[in-house]
């Protein structure tokens, strides 16, 4: 019998299509621009915030939180700098739920804890160790060692690619010969090279930003950039890597390639005494950019909001306390299109009447560990 004609096939064929161009669609170059402003208040930086204290018992005490990572159910803190280094797991409620393995040289065990990747797809939590320079595999629930994979170059910092691949950055100090010799090596879950981006030789061998990830995660890949320079790189394993945004602070200058290249030793004392940017954090949610960057003693905090299409900065120093946080350190990551850091309650020497935190803390908690803070 004659079949009437139906375009469900068709229909559905368009969408495949529309969708694989999408993903393929290059990504918009964008020029920020962050002005110089004036009494800015906490409340100007910090929306819709919700806290996580994070228990404090003499089994989870935390000297630094050097990285915090927030993945499905559990908040990783890795505690690199301690006398004897951990990383703490904690449920999102702040209950202290364990470690992951332990300072050691035995299989699972690491002597400095540096990066933390959670594989949500895999169920796997992946860890670096700087010193063994391993890359180390546990399971995600109950972190109990699967394997350990030995990195094959010298790196600063790694992020997650995709659930089959890892984005590593390699700093111009670190000596690594062929075929390891680019900025940008891009491995699998097990470190075999997959590819690589950007010879080294252009920039600048000498500073402290070796230990400074250069990486932010976004829905559609990962940005990173180079220590010092104010344009930001996309990648996704799909794509080459590809300029995507250049930021432009009002009255501060990033210092330009030139002058990276003529001051190859002693770069940042370079930069201190010339009063450039010396370092720059960069994390984007769906509605704004976070900036934290510094010049010399001077820490800056950043806000651009995507929809109007603005940005202002101001010296943390001249944060009006409206909302009684005291020190927020900069952002760690981002959970639920949540901005995610780290409330140093050690620092405020009593709760103002006005604060926040009264809602959750005591008086007698100050000196306990951080509060974690999510805001928009």
Known sequence: MFKPFTSKPFSLL?????FMLSCNEPVKYRSLDFKAKNNIKASDFYKNISFIQLETNENCLIHDPTELKVCRDKIFVVDRFAKTPNVFVFSLA?????RVSKRGGGPGEFFLPANIICNVENNRLYLTDLMKNELIAYDLDSFSFIES????????????????????????????????????????????????????DNFSIDGPYNIISNFSKTKNGVLFHHPFLNEYYHCSLADSIS??????????????????????????KSLGKDELI???DLFENDESIQLFFGVNDNKFKATYDKKMGQGFYCNTNEIIDDLGLGSVSRVKDIYNNQ????????DLKALPSHSLLKKIIEEDDLGKNPIVMLYN
């Open 14 to 18: 368009f969408i495949f299509i529309a």
């Open 94 to 98: 702040g209950k202290f739920i364990g």
């Open 278 to 280: 010396q370092y720059c």
């Open 149 to 200: 994979f030995k990195i094959p170059f010298y790196f600063t910092s790694v992020e997650y690619l995709d659930k089959d691949h890892l984005i590593w950055y390699v700093g111009s100090g670190q000596k690594n010969e062929s075929p390891f010799s680019c900025h940008i090596q891009i491995t699998d879950l097990q470190c075999n090279p997959v590819r690589s981006w950007i010879e080294r």
């Open 243 to 268: 300029a995507c945004m250049n930021l432009n602070i009002e009255n501060i200058n990033f210092p330009s390639k030139a002058y990276i290249a003529d001051h190859k030793q002693g770069t940042a």
């Open 339 to 346: 901005y995610v850091s780290c409330i140093f309650i050690e």
